[in-house]
């Protein structure tokens, strides 16, 4: 079974950088700095599968 989300893309996070990550595996790892924005790109993406955010 392929799963609901292969690709998922945040442009202007922050206001200056895009993210695009690929879920492989059914499995999606995030590494990054302090302050990079991992949490703020999960919750993007939990809002986004919930449905109370407006998806382009």
Known sequence: MEPIVQKFSITSLFGCQDVSLSIIDKEL???GENGSGKTTVMN???HMLKG???VN
């Open 29 to 31: 790892v995030l590494i």
């Open 44 to 46: 993007m993406f939990y």
């Open 52 to 54: 109370s955010m407006k």
